[in-house]
């Protein structure tokens, strides 16, 4: 028990401080510091009503001593500020509503006949009612009702706050490892037992404790910093106005584009405690324990392995992007590579692995790749199949995809991470599987061996990857154009953050070295273009292209021929600078006009 408690407070804290939660940070953090407590420069008041700092009392009683002495009140003793407490209450709110919801919610929804998406609505309402809160005292003073019974005048005054995490709670998608699956899914499957309850409080408790510190931290900004204190009704109003805003946009699914574009840099550490062996051991009796052949393979193991008889797709409660949207039988497939991916489509770790399947299935299909996509769902909104049906049509997902809402072959494939991907031979033996993201080339390198030995005959197109054969091991590599980062770099020597006059070096330029001319500034993050700024690159490739940002200019001259001008606007984006049929080697020179800003070349 105290290692399975361990498990959920490690698993946790790595959900709270990972890319996917990134969009509640702002409204935890300004939250913390938008108390009403007292008006600026008005009195407090006693528990009598009386004013505290008014004036001396000055009052006689109506018959005086003997000998004329006045009676006076003694002096009042100063009111206590009200302490701030809606950082408490706004992780409190968050973590009750996320632990019940997440364990009973499916449950409750499925007894009360209630549409699977409600939770969303709620929240979603939530937030829009507390930000109109913070904008209008009155709408707060209606929020707080409700708690108006209480004892404690001051718990009073934090039910907005806590009524703000409880809808954070119902909207709060954390990037999911071993340990949330486990919850959800037997939260999903109403299988509450002891042990569930105890993980999920410890994983609740491990991710309140880094929320707390933010809102905390919010808290001391605004109590310390005097900006703040003498400008708290516009930061209350901006809070609620952050808060609508993020309404729409979880609403819009804005912030999912925001987080596909941040790496998961917490990913490796997730994986090290929640798919550790002890976590494993802790967690296997929470899964069906069937198909135990699977174990023979390891996660993203370097060779192919024989896990036994694919498991088959059960307990499917639709499927879409097949013909009549008819399900699909593994059993058809036999004599082609299936590739069955796991995933659901508000998980951005799954949104930034589709692009790689796209990749796959325009480059495989034709040589007897196919992509099933099974659906399961990690919250009630995801059993949707409209909800679904978007989500995959935004994404791009345009292969089978099959809604496993029971979760029956997320079991049958002894399956605890979102997204998995799962290789099938021609004669449908489960080959290799990976989970989670990256290490991408190797899977790629796995599907092209499956293919080779379906068809010995094939012809496979170049890979998608990087690094993952003699093409991509003699092509040119992703540079950077950073002070500290760039490699390959010929000529006068880099000068950090400061315009400098550059030459190219004489002769000719080698393979994947670059040069500059002109006046430019290398900083960390980019190099800037000054007057007459030149760059030139000897590379191999089939195409290069450059990310560039800023407004402006660019001439592309290979092999000293003008071939194409760019014109660049905006913030960072890539642009193609050549786009050959086959792979060559050949000059690059860029000539750039001053401002723009070059990021980094990339390959393909």
Request: charged content about 20%.
């Amino acid at each position: 028990m105290v290692t399975l408690i361990l498990i959920g407070l490690l698993g946790g804290l790595i959900t709270a401080v990972s890319p996917c939660i990134l969009p509640v940070l702002p409204v935890v953090f300004l939250a913390g510091g938008t108390g009403r407590g007292q008006d600026a420069g008005k009195p407090a008041r006693s528990p009598g009503g009386t004013e505290v700092g008014g004036g001396a009392a000055d009052e006689r009683g109506s018959g005086g001593t003997a000998d004329g002495a006045v009676a006076t009140a003694p002096p009042a003793a100063p009111a206590r500020v009200p302490r701030n407490r809606r950082p408490y209450a706004v992780v409190a709110g968050l973590v009750v509503s996320f632990a019940f919801f997440t364990l009973l919610g499916v449950t409750i929804i499925s007894a009360l006949g209630l549409p699977q998406d409600i939770l969303r609505y709620v929240g979603l309402g939530l937030l829009v009612l507390i930000g109109l809160g913070l904008i209008f005292p009155p709408v707060e003073r209606l929020l707080e009702k409700p708690f108006a019974r209480l004892p404690q005048r001051q718990v009073n005054k934090e039910g907005s706050a806590f009524a703000l995490g409880l809808g954070l709670g119902l909207l709060y998608v954390p990037c999911a490892g071993p340990v949330l699956a486990a919850i959800t899914i037997a939260g999903a499957r109403g299988e509450i037992s002891s042990d569930i309850v105890v993980l999920t409080l410890s994983f609740a408790v491990g991710t309140a404790v880094p929320l707390l510190v933010f809102a905390l931290a919010g808290r001391r900004v605004a109590d310390r910093v005097a900006a703040f204190r003498r400008r708290a009704r516009g930061l209350r109003i901006a809070a609620g106005c952050l808060m609508i805003a993020l309404a729409l946009g979880l609403a819009l699914d804005v912030t999912a584009a925001i987080q596909r574009s941040l790496p998961d840099y917490t990913s490796g550490v997730q994986k090290k405690i929640e798919d550790s062996d002890a976590a494993r051991q802790q967690l296997s009796g929470l899964y069906d324990n069937s198909n135990k052949e699977l174990s023979r393979c390891e996660d993203g193991a370097d060779e192919l392995r024989s896990c036994g008889k694919a498991p088959a797709l059960e307990g499917i409660d639709s499927w879409f992007n097949t013909p009549g949207d008819r399900p699909v039988d593994l059993k058809s497939l036999r004599g082609k590579v299936t590739l069955v991916d796991f995933w659901t489509y508000s998980c951005i770790n799954c949104q930034r692995a589709v692009p790689h399947l796209r990749d796959w299935e325009r480059a495989y299909q034709d040589a007897g790749l196919r992509i099933i996509g099974v659906h399961s769902p990690e919250f009630a909104f995801e059993k949707k199949r409209s909800n679904v049906v978007a989500g995959a049509e935004k994404l791009g997902v345009d292969w089978p995809v099959a809604l496993d809402n029971d979760l029956t072959t997320w079991d049958n494939y002894r399956n605890r991470f979102w997204p998995a991907k799962y290789l099938i031979d021609a004669e449908g033996t489960v080959r290799y599987f990976k989970f989670g993201e990256g290490e991408y080339d190797k899977t790629e390198k796995m599907i092209r061996e499956l293919l080779r030995q379906a068809d010995p005959t094939v012809t496979l197109p170049e890979p998608t990857g990087r690094a993952m054969d003699d093409l991509a091991a003699d092509r040119t590599p992703e540079t950077y154009l950073s002070n500290l980062r760039i490699r390959g770099y010929v000529g006068t020597p880099l000068v950090d953050d400061r315009p400098t006059a550059y030459r190219f070096p004489k002769g000719s330029l080698p393979v994947n070295k670059l040069s500059l001319d002109g006046t430019w500034t290398a900083g960390y993050e980019q190099f800037t273009a000054g007057k007459d700024a030149k760059l030139a690159f000897t590379y191999r490739a089939k195409n290069a292209n450059l990310v560039l940002a800023g407004t402006g200019k660019v001439t592309v001259l290979v092999n000293g021929e003008a071939t194409k001008t760019i014109s660049v606007t905006g913030s960072p984006t890539l642009y193609r600078l050549t786009d050959d049929k086959d792979a060559r080697t050949a000059r690059l020179e860029l000539r750039v006009d001053e401002g723009l800003q070059a990021y980094v070349f990339t390959f393909g």
